[in-house]
Each structure stands twice: as structure tokens, then as C-alpha cells.
């Protein structure tokens, strides 16, 4: 069975720094591209962006403008959403996301306030 | 950046309907569309990808079509499961989602 677990979520003050992590397990994680979506509460959904299987390239969202950086261990079957100076705007539900967007985490809240 | 507009952003229909969301691109996406469906409190779950392929085990009430610039989910005889927000979204030069059709019965 396929499962993507998310955790690294919290409460974070403005301009601080987070590390997401997700972990996946039933599948041989390093042959997909992985992506990160996040979700403010009652709103769509924002794709962050992705990584391909060896981690040697990364695509993101123009919104995200280098505050955040996605990273993969292969040897892990674990993917990273490395967030810093974070703001307000960041509050939201962080899922990961595999096999074409078959497959979701169950999400993590990541809350940005003083 | 290419935008995607869906509408409407909420709809109301009885059991037994057929329903049909729209998802619009600013530009042409060539097919590359995918639309997801999300109960509350859930994750979304992928309904059709390709623009009009099926999911494995999705009903096959739900329906995709399109091309270019304009796409289109259908719901044919609409269940009270059907009940969620459908999501479309372009995965053309990068990815973008469109802001949600929330679906009610009436």
C-alpha cells in the first residue's frame, strides 16, 4: 500500500525557518518526481513545486521566489520542503504528492504568526 | 504564467443530474490537465488526468473532455457522494490549480 507521511508542521514566528518532511513507503520512491501543494484554509490549492527522481532538478512556483528549496534522500524514500523566512501568507496545509498526484499525504499545518 | 479559471465556483444540483464544471487556461495547455476531487477534510483524490483519462476505480460517471484552452469535467447521474470541491489543474510549463468548484445537492 502506497502512503506519503508528512510531519515537520508547527508554529513558526514570521521570518523563522521550518523543514517539512515526507516519507514514502509501498513504492519504489526514487523512480517518481515528487511535488509539494499547499492549501490555505477554506481556499485552492498552490503548487509549490517539484523534484525529479535523482534530486538534480528542482521546479517551483513563481510565488515562492527562493524562500523555499525541495530536496529528496533517495536512500531515505523521504522528501524535504525546507522552508525560511517565512510569512504570514505561508499559513497553510503542506501536502506532498507522488505518481502523478495519485497519491497524497495526509497533510501538515504549518501555522506563521507572532 | 499561464492562469486557470474555473467556474462556476459553486454549484447546486439534484440527484440524478448531469453536471458540467468548466476549467479555463489563459493559454493553450495541450491536454495537459488533470482534475481532482476533495471531500472535507480530506486530501484531494485524482478523478481524471490527461485531460479525458480515467482514473483506475474512478466511476465512470465522471467524464473529462477538452482541448486547447477550454476543459470540461462531467458528473453524469450525480450521487449524494459526489458531494465535494473539483479542482482542475495544468501541469503545461509548470503547474497551476484553479480555484475550485464547490458542488452541492440541491
Known amino acids: 500500500e502506497v502512503q506519503l507521511v508528512e510531519s515537520g508542521g508547527s508554529l513558526v514566528q514570521p521570518g523563522g525557518s521550518l523543514k517539512l518532511s515526507c516519507v514514502a513507503s509501498g513504492y519504489t520512491f526514487s523512480n517518481y518526481w515528487m511535488d509539494w501543494v499547499r492549501q490555505t484554509p477554506g481556499k485552492s490549492l498552490e503548487w509549490i513545486g517539484e523534484i525529479n527522481t535523482d534530486g538534480s532538478k528542482t521546479n517551483y512556483a513563481p510565488s515562492i521566489k527562493d524562500r523555499f528549496t525541495i530536496s529528496r534522500d533517495n536512500a531515505k524514500s523521504t522528501l524535504y520542503l525546507q522552508m525560511s523566512n517565512v510569512k504570514s501568507d505561508d499559513t497553510a496545509i503542506y501536502y506532498c504528492?507522488?505518481?502523478?498526484?495519485?497519491?497524497w499525504g495526509q497533510g501538515v499545518m504549518v501555522t506563521v504568526s507572532s | 504564467d499561464i492562469q486557470m479559471t474555473q467556474s462556476p465556483s459553486l454549484l447546486s444540483a439534484s440527484v440524478g443530474d448531469r453536471v458540467t464544471l468548466s476549467c479555463k487556461a489563459s493559454q493553450s495547455i495541450y491536454n495537459s490537465l488533470t482534475w481532482y476531487q476533495q471531500k472535507l477534510g480530506e486530501a484531494p483524490k485524482l478523478l481524471i488526468y490527461?485531460?479525458?483519462s480515467l482514473q483506475t476505480g474512478i466511476p465512470s460517471r465522471f467524464s473529462g473532455s477538452g482541448s486547447g484552452t477550454d476543459y470540461t469535467l462531467t458528473i453524469s447521474n450525480l450521487q449524494p457522494e459526489d458531494v465535494a470541491t473539483y479542482f482542475c489543474?495544468?501541469?503545461?510549463?509548470?503547474?497551476?490549480f484553479g480555484s475550485g468548484t464547490k458542488l452541492e445537492i440541491k
Open positions: 490527461d485531460a479525458n
Open positions: 504528492t507522488s505518481l502523478g498526484g495519485d497519491y
Open positions: 489543474q495544468k501541469y503545461y510549463s509548470g503547474s497551476t
